[in-house]
C-alpha cells in the first residue's frame, strides 16, 4: 500500500487481473494504469455525495425502468426491476376518497328523497319506506358505487356536454328540484293518509299497488342491465370509445333513462299519489329529451353514419314496434 501526501489510499494489483469488459465505469473512472510497471492504481478514495444533476439523472433513470426494462439499465439492480414489475402488475383501485364521495352522495339521496320527508310527515318510518329506500339504494349503488370500485371516478363536470352552456346547467338544477319535490309530494300524501289512520285509500288499490312493484323491479333490472352493459361508458354526457348496440341498447337507445322513469313511477305509485306519478313523468319527459339532444348531436359528431343508423332504427326511449 503506498500513501502520498494526500490522505487517498493508492492500492497497485497487475493489471492483467482486471477484465475490461467487466469492469463498471464508474470504478474505471479511478484506475490509473502505469505502462512502465504494468500495474494498476485504484483510488481508494471515499464515496462523495453525487450532486443535483446525478441525482436527478438516476432519479429518471428508475422512473423510466418500468418502460425500458433492465436491457437499458445494465448497472441497475434487479430489486428496483422486480418491484417495477410488480408496479406494473398491481391493479389500479380508486383512491378511498373516490369511495367515500360516493357513498356520501348515496345516503344523501336517500335522506334527502325517502327518509328526511318521511320522517317529516309521518313522524316515523314504516315498513314500505325502508322498502323503497332499499330499492333507491341498490338502483343508485349499482350504477355509481360499483362504477367507481371496477372503473374508477367518472368524467370531471367540466368535459359534461349539457353543464358547459348556462341552459343545460338551469335544466339540471330544474330538473333535481322538481323530482325532489315529486317525492316529497307523494309522502306528504302518505303521511296524511297515515295520520289520519286512513291507509285504505292506498292499500285498497290493487292494480295502482300491484303496478307499482311491476315498475320498480322493472326500473331495478333494466338499470342493472344497462349499467353491466356500458361498463366503463357509464359516465357523464363525453363521447364513449365505442357506440353500444348490445344488450339493451339492441332495443332502445336510453334504457338508462327509462330506468329512471319507471324507477320514479313506481315510487310515486308504492304511496298512491298517481297525480305526482303523472307530474315526475312529464318532467323527465322534458328533461330527457332535451339532454338526449344533446347527446344525439355529440354521437353523430363522433360516429357518424353508424350512429345515424342505428338513430334511425332504435327507438329513444322505448322499443320502436314498427
Not at 282 to 300: F, G, I
Request: aromatic share 12%; hydrophobic share 40%; with cysteine.
Amino acid at each position: 500500500m503506498q500513501v502520498g501526501r494526500h490522505t487517498h489510499a493508492r492500492r497497485c494489483i497487475p493489471s492483467d487481473q482486471i477484465c475490461p469488459t467487466s469492469t463498471c465505469p464508474i470504478v474505471a473512472a479511478h484506475l490509473h494504469i502505469h505502462p512502465r510497471h504494468n500495474t494498476v492504481q485504484i483510488n481508494a478514495k471515499p464515496r462523495q455525495r453525487p450532486r443535483h444533476g446525478v441525482l436527478a439523472a438516476q432519479r429518471t433513470a428508475l422512473a423510466t425502468d418500468d418502460a425500458d426494462g433492465p436491457e437499458d439499465f445494465p448497472f441497475q439492480s434487479m430489486t428496483n426491476f422486480s418491484s417495477g414489475q410488480a408496479r406494473r402488475a398491481a391493479p389500479k383501485l380508486p383512491p378511498a376518497r373516490n369511495l367515500s364521495v360516493s357513498l356520501l352522495q348515496l345516503v344523501t339521496v336517500i335522506a334527502l328523497l325517502i327518509i328526511g320527508p318521511a320522517w317529516l310527515f309521518c313522524k316515523c318510518i314504516t315498513p314500505r319506506v325502508w322498502i323503497a329506500a332499499a330499492i333507491y339504494c341498490v338502483f343508485f349503488g349499482f350504477g355509481g358505487i360499483r362504477r367507481t370500485l371496477k372503473y374508477g371516478k367518472l368524467s370531471s363536470r367540466k368535459q359534461d356536454a349539457q353543464v358547459s352552456t348556462w341552459q343545460g346547467k338551469w335544466a339540471i338544477a330544474t330538473f333535481v328540484l322538481l323530482v325532489i319535490a315529486g317525492h316529497w309530494g307523494a309522502l306528504h300524501w302518505y303521511g296524511t293518509c297515515f295520520k289520519q289512520l286512513a291507509l285504505h285509500r292506498i292499500l285498497c288499490r290493487p292494480v295502482t299497488q300491484c303496478l307499482s312493484v311491476v315498475l320498480l323491479c322493472g326500473a331495478l333490472a333494466l338499470h342493472i342491465w344497462a349499467t353491466e352493459t356500458l361498463g366503463k361508458a357509464y359516465d357523464r354526457l363525453v363521447v364513449p370509445d365505442k357506440l353500444v348496440k348490445t344488450g339493451p341498447y339492441a332495443w332502445c337507445q336510453h334504457p338508462i333513462y327509462t330506468s329512471y322513469m319507471l324507477l320514479f313511477s313506481g315510487f310515486t305509485l308504492l304511496f298512491g299519489s298517481e297525480e305526482w306519478c303523472c307530474l315526475l313523468l312529464w318532467v323527465c319527459w322534458r328533461y330527457y329529451k332535451s339532454r338526449t339532444d344533446t347527446e344525439a348531436n355529440m354521437l353523430q359528431d363522433a360516429f357518424g353514419n353508424e350512429y345515424k343508423v342505428y338513430q334511425e332504427h332504435i327507438g329513444k326511449f322505448v322499443p320502436k314496434i314498427i
